[in-house]
């Protein structure tokens, strides 16, 4: 095999993970210098590739390096960049294959969602068709954990863990003050399709009388009434009510709960996300006082809470993509593979690109309880692993110290300038 | 000395190491029994004696009290309730007495902020007046850090790490994601008079293109010129804004930020607190996609991110506590002294309740800069320290454990009730 470098790229949002998988695939890369040369990372994606900003990691220390296992957020950058169709802009894939051949790249690794897979998977086959074939091996990446195939995807398991966490402590908080204080309160977590993150909230309730009280997910059309019957219940039994509820939770009819707090009737724009809408809502109904709170990047950021599991699978989908191009793969993904049994272990798998690419996994119907506002035990089962073990980053002056990389740029090759 | 009971109280908003202050006093009156007897909780801080809701921590294992150390929220419930002055309703403090002297109750402790210790004081002198002299201990505590004289307020470091840390994570998601997509970050926290917390965001900031690039305090006045002028500069040099909002922010005419967005010309109500605002006023002049979040209880709540700073001073203040009680003192309350020198040491010392009572300190003008944006040095120095060290729950199952009491409530003896 002859000596080809690696491009490597973070896509779409990022999470307090995606730079473990980073680490995982830079080592593992460095081990295998007989047939990978340099691993180049796109400055912001995939859009580094296209103007030619190629970050060239073999400038940083192996120290630096280490410390992307314990930093949040995309240190590369990322970007929310999707290619278009082959037959809607030819010249974008075109362009890719003349940066990945101007600088002798062989390896293509995109770490990404479902879109990214898909990206993956076309480049690979338009690469064979231009003559000029890569190896393309997608990486599993989202908070959102609806990747198909895998049993979940690294940055679901942190995100579940802080929101898991906070849901306990917030719900500790109220439960004290409620004879006199505030009786309602909402968290609104991100999961704009699929419930798995506000399913997650559901493992802080660790007896029936715990919050979470109420989740609600976008898989339920959310009614209105049975949800403030729901409510008034809970105040009544336990003093309080804990409510969860996921940013795509919607109506009947599709429209998000968020949206509809947006205008008014005079067509004035109202603020706020969901949260405030529901926590209004109450009010009107109830008259109780209602606190809110709306976590958006700090749950995916939150490195300082993230599962230990999570970090070692995310390291492991990093050093299994370079084995995989290694050992002549192409086109897949690696996966994690639930092994049955009690105890929770895992291995690792692969996924055909093709397979993968722009699937969605919701929340199974089984996973949320009856009446919509729990989870099931099944939903336990399966989420518990994923948010166990704490791995902490380093602390410097009480605050975690991130990887700060000196980013050198690989001189550009190409006359050429690209207008993403 | 006779010996007597104790009665200890919760007041105000909770914290994640008021539990910690509780287990310092509660640990410390075992090792006195010889002079204390048993430790009463009040059930929802004061209304628990004004009902004679009184909860034998005596009952309470030794583990389940060394848990409380790492246990958020308050565990024996508090209120925002504030007895009234003595001339308005003279018939609270004459049922506080006899609650106490049906009880054998010789010692209050009092752990809240500063009207707590302005009630504790007046506690105090009225039980001399009544005939049953009662030795008053307050103790400090409030995220807010505006009590005086002490040189902080046990609750207070570890919401300011929690800050400090979350600005920190998100600051680097939005950064890597900025060059495509959300280029402005806001996130609300806590205070309503007093820029303390908000003040904390500034030490995420380790070198001069780093979040938080803003703080919006109370005690500046908000000029929305000023402001977006600052906003646009930033996003030009550092291709994103990270801002920090006090929830306290407010205009040069007094009104709060988040006010202002309440209602409509037609009067309809607008949700969301001040972080939407600002992120909406943001918009609506540059066009900037933004991003905003909400900590609210959050912040005060997260135990798993705790100062081992303010955990340790929590708990010492507890411990003081009983041990002033036990040497007589009264209508005192224990306060954290700074020692001077570079290495931060502190000692206890102590102040008059009167001293105390309904003094609200802010943050001093030399804490802020120049242009009111930004912490100075002499912040800085003032505020490393207290979130200085990590103090983490045990966790089960990826969750942090934290006590469960059993709560045994201690039998009535007075046949009045008395309504709150």
């Known amino acids: 095999m002859a000596k080809k470098n690696a491009f490597y790229a973070q896509s779409g949002g990022v999470t307090s993970v995606i730079n473990a998988t980073a680490c995982g695939l830079i080592e593992t890369a460095r081990q295998h210098k007989s047939v990978i040369g340099k691993v180049y990372a796109g400055h912001n994606g995939i859009v580094g590739a296209l103007r030619e900003e190629l970050i060239d990691t073999s400038k940083e220390t192996k120290k630096s390096i280490a410390a992307l296992r314990h930093t949040p957020s995309g240190a590369f950058g990322s970007c929310r960049y999707k290619l278009k169709s082959l037959e809607e802009n030819k ?75 906070s849901t306990r402590e917030a719900g500790l908080d109220v439960a004290s003050m409620c004879d006199s204080s505030t009786k309602i309160f909402v968290l609104e977590v991100m999961g704009r ?76 724009i109202q603020l706020g996300g969901v949260a405030p809408t529901i926590a209004e809502m109450i009010k009107k109904e109830t008259g109780y006082k209602y606190h809110w709170a709306v976590a958006d990047y700090l749950q995916r950021a939150a490195r300082h809470i993230a599962s230990a599991t999570d970090v070692e699978q995310a390291y492991a989908m990093g050093k299994a993509a370079v084995e995989f191009a290694v050992a002549g793969k192409n086109a897949v993904m690696p996966i994690i593979v639930r092994k049955p049994g009690k105890t929770y272990r895992w291995s690792i798998g692969e996924a055909k690109l093709s397979d993968v690419a722009n699937v969605e996994e919701k929340l199974p119907r089984n996973y949320i309880s009856k009446d919509g506002f729990e989870i099931t035990d099944a939903a336990r089962d399966y989420l518990t692993p994923l948010i166990m073990g704490e791995d902490y980053p380093p602390y410097k002056d009480g605050l975690p110290q991130y990887a700060k990389l000196k980013k050198v740029m690989v001189a550009k090759k190409l006359k050429k300038s690209f207008k993403v």
Do not use: M
């Open 193 to 268: 399709h699929a419930g798995w993150i506000a399913a997650a909230a559901g493992l802080a309730k660790d007896e029936e009388s715990a919050p979470p009280h109420i989740i609600l997910f976008p898989e339920i059309a959310f009614n209105e009434k049975k949800f403030l019957t729901k409510v008034k219940q809970t105040v009544k039994k336990h003093g309080y009510c804990v409510i969860v509820v996921s940013e795509g939770a919607r109506y009947k009819d599709g429209r998000f709960l968020s949206e509809a707090g947006e205008k008014d009737a005079f067509g004035h």
């Open 91 to 165: 010249a974008e894939y075109q362009r890719l294959i003349e940066v990945f051949k101007a600088h002798n790249i062989g390896y293509f690794f995109y770490n990404g969602g479902g879109d990214s897979q898909d990206t993956a998977n076309k480049i690979s086959q338009l690469s064979q068709s231009l003559g000029y074939p890569l190896t393309c091996i997608g990486i599993p990446k989202t908070v959102d954990n609806d990747l198909p195939i895998t049993d979940c995807s690294p940055g679901f398991g942190s995100v579940a863990k802080y929101v898991a966490v």
